[in-house]
T-cell receptor, first 116, second 114 residues
């Protein structure tokens, strides 16, 4: 079945540094990918929709300059958390859908970011 | 806009007993409905989905859900749970034809008691 790979699975970084998270569709092409954030014991909140070859669409309240999204190919989207702070610590999950009608969303296994 | 309410944050149930996880939704337009499962430190896995047709939907791992339009509900059921069903379960909704933009409920943690 379709697989979405997310890397790294966990990362610890110092406050003020930037962290890049990769989301890859391994055996299908995905024009559209999605980035979510999940706080402990809470639901997923959609952060942005990543579109191959164009700018990402951010949800209300999500800082574009803070969370940089690049969808450079049909199989890769990256999320860069710039100048990370402890409040950015969270579980980040990506999803992707195949480029066909009624294709389901496939989720990556998530990245746990801890900013110290 | 759509919204989802999962009434129970946690549900304890004994192994081999039946379980129902409740989900209600709100929407001004027709919807698609989903149930996802999340195991610790992992992404989400689709259990089942309702797009159209039969209101009783069967999914993986022995789960099923019933779409009730009049009650705006989409409760998840399993007749006999196992320890391996311990996980977080998310109900989700999207506007019909927009199954890319999915709104998730807050989740229900299913505790299986031995």
């Amino acid at each position: 079945g379709a697989v979405v790979s997310q890397h790294p699975s966990w990362v610890i970084c110092k406050s003020g540094t930037s962290v890049k998270i990769e989301c890859r569709s391994l055996d299908f092409q995905a024009t559209t990918m999605f980035w979510y954030r999940q706080f402990p014991k809470q639901s997923l909140m959609l952060m942005a929709t990543s579109n191959e070859g164009s700018k990402a669409t951010y949800e209300q309240g999500v800082e574009k300059d803070k969370f940089l999204i690049n969808h450079a190919s049909l199989t890769l989207s990256t999320l860069t958390v710039t100048s990370a702070h402890p409040e950015d610590s969270s579980f980040y999950i990506c999803s992707a859908r195949e480029d066909r009608v009624r294709s389901p969303l496939h989720f990556g296994n998530g990245t746990r970011l801890t900013v110290t | 806009a759509q919204s989802v309410t999962q009434l129970d944050s946690q549900v304890p149930v004994f192994e081999e007993a039946p379980v129902e996880l409740r989900c209600n939704y709100s929407s001004s337009v027709s919807v698609y409905l989903f149930w996802y499962v999340q195991y610790p430190n992992q992404g989400l896995q689709l259990l089942l989905k309702y797009l159209s047709g039969s209101t009783l939907v069967k999914g993986i791992n022995g789960f099923e859900a019933e779409f009730n339009k009049s009650q705006t509900s989409f409760h998840l059921r399993k007749p006999s749970v196992h320890i391996s069903d311990t996980a977080e379960y998310f109900c989700a909704v999207s506007a019909r034809g927009r199954d890319d933009k999915i709104i998730f409920g807050k989740g229900t943690r299913l505790h299986i008691l031995p």
